[in-house]
């Protein structure tokens, strides 16, 4: 982990959980010799989400680090968005066929985020935020709990959430049932008023072709 090397390198002894002040002079370095936000925001996710695996408070949630990012995402840093290319059943298979081992938590653990993302159209910080109580089974499906769900100002178009908004406009979803499940705020006014019933919500992440 480069926050970890980055850490070893100063002398800071105590990496996790990091103090707030060491995460903003470590954002801001990269600041300083990053082209573009995205080393910035990876570094603060990375940070975050390793916080949240091992159960401690994350310290990217201080206001001095939500101000070191924000300055590097939104003004020194800034520049014209440029989308990725959206993911594809196709190209989560490839995923799944090179990098499954039996019995490995880590790669199980990141196909299952990926399906997640893709299938449920979920920003990054959305997957960050997600806890076992969340998640809820059924014999024909499983529901997941997003308590807060938020434009993400500081990507640059996450592809996974792309790629399944794509697909299944290309399954012939209909518009407002991707939206909703995109959580988009367009035509919010039109769509907060319609209730799906749940065969046709599922009906989006069924026709997604995987």
């Known amino acids: 982990m480069r926050w970890k090397k980055w850490a070893i390198q100063n002398s800071i002894q105590e990496c996790l959980p990091a103090r707030s002040l060491h995460v903003a002079i470590y954002l801001s370095c990269l600041v300083q010799q990053s082209k573009s936000p ?9 940070i975050k989400w390793a916080h949240s695996v091992i159960r401690l408070k994350s310290r990217t949630d ?49 196909i299952c985020a990926c399906l997640l993302s893709y299938s449920g159209f979920l920003r990054v910080s959305e997957l960050l935020s997600l806890k076992i109580c ?10 997941i ?38 959580r988009w705020k367009s035509e919010t006014a039109k769509d907060g008023y319609i209730k799906d ?14």
Do not use: W
């Open 197 to 210: 019933n749940l065969q046709e919500r599922l009906s989006v992440s069924q026709n997604l072709g995987l």
């Open 145 to 182: 709990f997003i308590e807060k769900s938020k434009t993400d100002i500081y990507r640059d178009g996450n592809c996974l959430r792309s790629g399944g908004a794509s697909a299944a406009a290309n399954f012939g979803i209909p518009d407002r049932l991707f939206k909703r499940h995109g």
């Open 38 to 46: 995205s080393p910035v925001i990876q570094a603060f996710y990375g």
């Open 62 to 110: 201080s206001d001095l680090v939500i101000n070191v990012l924000e300055g590097a995402a939104k003004r020194r840093l800034s520049h014209s968005v440029q989308k990725k290319e959206p993911i594809t059943p196709d190209l989560i298979d490839k995923m799944y066929d090179a990098t499954f081992q039996e019995g490995n938590l880590y790669t199980q653990r990141t």
């Open 134 to 143: 969340d998640i809820s089974f059924f014999t024909t499906h499983m529901s």
